[in-house]
């Protein structure tokens, strides 16, 4: 077996490893290499027909391990970048390519718990990644309970965005996304596919074009940075949450 291992593959415990490891035995049916050294490799087990060790990292003789697939197979390996517009991955999707550990988990680079689901379908704006492809997100069409989790990218699809979606980011805002427009009294309004809607619904035709003209200015209500609704503050044509204007501050 290919024992030529890569930061990102996917491996498993063989006999041979019975009696030498306890957790990453045979019984270890998935682990992922996140470190590669001169006679070693670093790995976090992912799935183990006992319920052992989930989430733990180990290193390991690469000797007593098989390669299951490489990284390459994966939709992780995709190329994003910062200010791609992306969307979180249905859950049956990414169950179908990683499986479920014994905990009911998805096993992501950074695992993608039950906890999670309400955020599948919701999109947002990669704001930073790092070698290891893991991702900060940012400006989310919807960002209740969206914060507190960890993402990688293969938990990730690209957005392509319709004339709309263009639209509304060259105003400065999300489709979707709840804006007010200064001096209405019909606040919030927000892009759909179908045009510009108000508080009510009710399509704005005139207001449209008032924005496309630059007549009427938006005022974003999220927070720039994280995506944030809450607590937002407007400083010059900057929408800021007060937790994000404070880290900045402490710069």
């Known amino acids: 077996m290919n024992r030529d291992f890569k930061v990102g ?5 063989t006999h041979s490893a019975d009696g030498v490891y306890n957790c990453t ?20 087990v ?19 391990f098989d390669l299951v697939r490489r990284e390459g197979d994966s ?12 969307r979180i991955r249905e859950w049956d999707d990414m169950e179908s390519e990683y499986g479920l550990n014994a905990r009911g988990s998805i096993g992501c680079r950074k695992t993608f718990v039950a906890g999670m689901k309400h955020l ?10 790092s070698d290891c492809k893991t991702v900060n997100l940012a400006d989310w069409s919807d960002s209740s309970g969206a914060s507190g989790w960890h993402y990688s990218t293969d938990m990730l ?6 004339k709309m979606a263009q639209v509304a980011r060259i105003l400065g805002v999300e489709l979707g996304e709840e804006f007010e427009i200064e001096g209405s009294g019909y606040n919030p309004y927000k892009f759909t596919e179908d045009g510009l809607l108000d508080c009510e619904g009710s399509e704005r035709d005139t207001r449209f074009g008032y924005l496309l003209t630059g007549r009427y200015k938006i005022k974003r209500r ?10 937002v503050v407007h400083q010059g044509k900057t929408t800021i949450c007060k937790q994000c204007a404070k880290e900045v501050l402490e710069r």
């Open 9 to 13: 593959d996917i491996v498993c415990g």
């Open 25 to 44: 035995d045979s019984e270890m049916t998935e682990a992922r290499v996140i470190g590669v050294y001169d006679e070693e490799i670093k790995i976090e």
């Open 46 to 64: 992912l799935k183990h027909e006992r319920g052992n060790g989930i989430g733990s990292t180990f290193g390991v003789d690469p000797k007593y």
């Open 75 to 86: 939709k992780m390996n995709r190329d994003f970048k910062v200010g791609d517009r992306v």
């Open 120 to 129: 599948c379908g919701r999109t947002a704006t990669i704001s930073n990644i």
């Open 157 to 162: 699809e690209l957005v392509e965005d319709s």
């Open 222 to 231: 999220s927070c720039i940075h994280c995506g944030s609704k809450n607590e």
